[in-house]
């Protein structure tokens, strides 16, 4: 506590400097930092938009960034946020996974596109020598459960 009792040989006019830190300012800032964060994080996500399909399946846990393959409704490939041609999708993947066979790739597909269009990337994928691939659908909101 900032409380000086005196004791200054009889000078009433002088007063030391209060030495206390106040800490409204600092949790004020801290409050406004953490409400811009977390307003300004969902919009970072990058990507291609597609629209994907629903699915109650748990989301996967994984240590190292995965490559995302997007398909479009117009049948479009797009390897992160650049387009691809089905020809050079296994080289870039390659030079993007640096030749790990096991790094995990990521397929996005738009819902109103043919399965069969998703199931042929996905083969080219594997046939390229990867061996973790796996679709990605969008998450349900959370609290509702499937009746």
């Known amino acids: 506590m900032g409380v000086s009792l005196g ?8 007063r030391r400097p ?3 830190i106040n800490v409204t300012p600092l949790v004020d800032v801290m409050l406004v930092l953490l409400i811009i964060f977390m307003v300004t ?11 994907l399909p629903k699915t109650d399946a748990a989301p996967v846990n994984a240590d190292t960034k995965p490559i995302t393959v997007s398909i479009r409704s117009d049948g479009a ?24 066979p096991a790094h995990r790739i990521f397929v996005r597909g738009d ?6 269009r998703v199931m042929e990337v996905m083969g080219r994928i ?20 499937a009746p």
């Open 77 to 100: 490939l797009y390897l992160g946020d650049n387009p691809v041609s089905s020809d050079q999708l296994v080289d870039q993947l390659r030079a993007a996974a640096q030749n790990d």
């Open 126 to 145: 594997t046939s390229g020598g990867f061996t973790h691939v796996a679709l990605l659908a969008q998450q349900p909101p959370s609290g509702g459960g």
């Open 111 to 116: 819902s109103h596109i043919d399965y069969g």
């Open 7 to 14: 004791g200054g040989g009889g000078r009433r006019g002088r």
């Open 41 to 51: 994080a969902p919009m970072m996500t990058s990507g291609v938009n597609v629209d």
């Open 18 to 20: 209060m030495s206390d």
